[in-house]
């Protein structure tokens, strides 16, 4: 799903990855870890969580505010297109 969701929301928006900034802490997240928190998501369930661009930047944010149609696009995009390769035999 995260695969499907990079290759659609850069297109989309015209907007980087930033992976420089990604933690061990958010790959770890606590609603991804079924075997420690009863409540997390269960496994094999497919899950993401979508940064959708960073308030603190100028362009990132005016797109945000001003074309927020374009992130919706690009992570419904992203969605669909791992919705169909999980229908594939």
Do not use: K
């Not at 409540?39 to 497919?46: D, L, M, S």
């Not at 979508?50 to 100028?58: D, M, P, Q, R």
């Amino acid at each position: 799903m995260v695969a499907a969701l990079n290759a659609a929301y850069g297109p989309a928006t015209g907007l980087r990855r930033d992976d420089e900034h990604v933690t061990l802490r958010m790959r770890y997240y606590y609603a991804f870890n079924s075997r420690r928190y009863c409540h997390a998501v269960a496994p094999g369930v497919p899950q993401a969580i979508v940064e959708t661009g960073f308030l603190t930047s100028a362009s990132d944010r005016a797109l945000l505010l001003d074309n927020p149609d374009a992130a919706a696009r690009g992570i419904a995009s992203g969605v669909l297109a791992f919705l169909n390769e999980a229908r594939q035999p």
